[in-house]
């Protein structure tokens, strides 16, 4: 079989490029030479050079996105392969833009009775004062974060109104984003790690955040070297994550893979995000694992190529061994 031409898209404009560029060095690393032929195309503000012509005058089989946040994540990058007919890994127009937006997201999840903490979304035209009534009746601690953020970028804990009102104008400022303050649920924060083959949703595993203050933060997640450990739940917990986590990327029509954020309190769980262009550094979630499940990375990566492939030639099977 001939070898696929493998488009990689890394960098971007967003707070997220350093995560970006880190993911798509792991993932170049860990696809054979022996089966693609990779391109790396890095977005970048400058005009010096021409991503767009890359892309559509590559030749390419398939995209590999691993632009995180911004463009690269709510939905445009998506719609621009989209457009251009050119075949993508991962969640599609519709869902990168839902998943994005946590408020919306949230909104979905709790019409179809999937547990989120309580919140209120402050938009950046809106006075802070016309929310203190919502907010007091939600009680601190509370937990601030850019509606359109990733990467635990710009979340704070706030334990009073003056606090809060700072992280919201840190937010508007820093980020140019709306603010969603939630209900702080302290308890144990997962990750189910999700992966799509053959029409079934399945969980790779699900880990444990290995954080070192009150928030699974950047540093956690990305500078500390490890990120997280198999969560040692019982096994009917660990069922009910499942669950849920099934039903949610369904819900929210993801494609591929993905990473659902959730807490576990006194036996509730509340789902906190779904990140489907999740970071893929050597130390992200989906990485370990697919170590843990004994996949390993490479035959991940492999395996969602190929359903892509798959089901750009609308076959039923394909003469590779994955």
């Not at 694992?289 to 390993?296: F, Q």
Request: aromatic content about 8%; glycine content about 6%.
């Amino acid at each position: 079989m001939d070898k696929i031409k493998v488009g990689v898209l890394t960098g971007g404009v967003s707070s997220e490029r350093y995560i970006s560029i880190k993911s798509c060095e792991n993932v170049i690393k860990h696809l054979d030479e022996n089966k693609y032929i990779i391109k790396r195309i890095e977005i970048t503000e400058s005009n010096e050079i021409n991503w767009l012509d890359e892309i559509i005058n590559s030749n390419l089989d398939v995209i590999f996105n691993t632009l995180h946040g911004g463009i690269g994540e709510n939905g445009s990058i998506q719609g621009l392969l989209q457009s251009l007919e050119i075949e993508y890994v991962g969640s599609k127009v519709f869902s990168s833009a839902l998943c994005m937006d946590k408020k919306a997201l949230k909104e979905l999840l709790s019409f179809n009775h999937i547990q989120v903490a309580k919140d209120v979304l402050i938009k950046k035209s809106d006075k802070f004062e016309l929310f203190l009534d919502d907010i007091r009746v939600m009680e601190f601690p509370l937990i601030v974060k850019p509606n359109l953020g990733g990467s635990s970028i710009g979340i704070e804990i706030v334990e009073n109104i003056c606090e809060l009102e700072n992280a919201v104008y840190k937010i508007r400022e820093k980020y140019y984003d709306d603010t969603l303050v939630e209900k702080y649920i302290k308890g144990k924060e997962i990750s189910c790690c999700m992966m799509e083959q053959d029409g079934e949703v399945k969980v790779l595993a699900i880990l444990e955040a290995n954080k070192k203050g009150n928030i699974f933060g950047y540093e956690d997640k990305y500078e500390r070297g490890v990120s997280s450990e198999i969560s040692l739940m019982p096994d009917f917990m660990k069922d009910m994550i499942k669950d849920i986590a099934i039903k949610a990327f369904k819900c929210a029509k993801c494609k591929d893979y993905a990473c659902i954020d959730m807490i576990v309190r006194d036996e509730q769980i509340y789902l906190l995000e779904i990140n489907t262009s999740p970071g893929l550094t050597k130390s992200s979630l989906i990485p370990m694992a697919c170590k843990s499940s004994g996949i390993g990375f490479s035959k991940f990566l492999d395996t969602i190529i190929y359903e892509q492939i798959l089901r750009k030639n609308s076959k039923k099977s394909v003469d590779i061994s994955v």
